[in-house]
């Protein structure tokens, strides 16, 4: 299935000189969307993980149906204050600005494999801020994957000593 055709592409959007790329059409087809959660699900159906990580919100899209799809734990990345317990978080560079993630503070154990996943890998800052999570709990990355990688903008470079998988690469 040609999963690109399922991305409308929407120029000038958050701000001037952005293209945003919209994921919500393969959403609203049923096809594409199994399509896109099954294929991460292959991607990843050995890498041992036991618990899938995703940020707010279109990696929640994503990262909870494939968690189901596998059968292991799924943990929210949120933003500040939207978690209602005991929190860690990070703060990481987006390509037009900052932001801050958090995670609730047990929700990983020492030593556990962990799934990261994101609809779009841009600069990384987003990747990268859940990786800093991950490991400062002590557990550990198997696999980082996304729907979508935009290549120009070099994100992977932050991603560096992991392994990481893109569905669509623009």
């Known amino acids: 299935m040609d999963l690109r055709s399922h991305i409308r592409d929407i120029p000038n959007y958050p701000k001037e000189g952005i293209v945003f790329f919209d994921i919500t059409p393969m959403l609203a087809d049923p096809n594409a969307f199994r399509h896109t959660v099954d294929c991460l699900a292959e991607k990843f159906k050995d890498c041992g993980a036991t618990k899938i990580v995703a940020a707010e919100a ?15 734990g799924f943990v929210p990345v ?38 990261v996943i994101d609809d779009l890998l841009a600069t990384g800052g987003t990747a990268q801020g859940m990786v800093k999570l991950v490991e400062d709990a002590g557990a550990d990355i198997v696999g980082i994957g996304f729907v979508v990688q935009l290549g120009f903008l070099d994100g992977d470079k932050k991603l560096e000593g992991h392994d990481f998988c893109n569905l669509i690469m623009l």
């Open 58 to 72: 279109r990696g929640f899209i994503f990262g909870a149906p494939l968690a189901y799809k596998m059968g292991i």
């Open 78 to 115: 949120r933003k500040p204050g939207k978690l209602p317990y005991e929190t860690t978080c990070v703060t990481y560079d987006l390509e037009y600005g900052t932001d801050t993630l958090c995670m609730h503070a047990d929700a990983l154990e020492e030593g556990e494999k962990v799934l």
